[in-house]
């Protein structure tokens, strides 16, 4: 199955380039980078040749999917990602 702005929550996100447009800590805004582990509440990005974890809660965070922009709500994806393709 394609990811795609409609079904990106249920999909795995490791690879994904995104950046934070929303945060509870203001600092966190505007941190880009490729997402390359995923936990139950946190994403790891690398950004530059640093590591970042971000928690999901505590974020919004925007991504490119076929040339479209999508904004994903951190609190949607909370969970493993095995666990969010059966919901």
Same mark, same amino acid.
């Given at each position: 199955?394609?990811?795609?702005?409609? #079904?990106?929550?249920?999909?795995?996100?490791?690879?994904?380039?995104?950046? /934070? /447009?929303?945060?509870? #800590?203001?600092?966190?805004? !505007?941190? @880009?980078?490729?997402?390359?582990?995923?936990? @139950? #509440?946190?994403?790891?990005? @690398?950004? !530059?040749?640093?590591?970042?974890?971000?928690?999901?809660?505590?974020? /919004?965070?925007?991504?490119?999917?076929? !040339?479209?922009? /999508?904004?994903?709500?951190?609190?949607?994806?909370?969970? @493993?990602?095995?666990?969010?393709?059966?919901?």
């Amino acid at each position: 199955m394609v990811r795609t702005s409609h #079904n990106i929550t249920r999909h795995e996100l490791i690879g994904l380039e995104i950046e /934070v /447009v929303g945060a509870s #800590n203001k600092s966190l805004e !505007g941190k @880009r980078g490729t997402i390359i582990d995923e936990t @139950r #509440n946190t994403l790891t990005i @690398r950004e !530059g040749g640093k590591e970042a974890k971000l928690l999901k809660a505590a974020i /919004v965070f925007e991504t490119k999917l076929g !040339g479209e922009k /999508v904004r994903v709500e951190g609190k949607e994806i909370i969970g @493993r990602p095995e666990d969010r393709a059966k919901r």
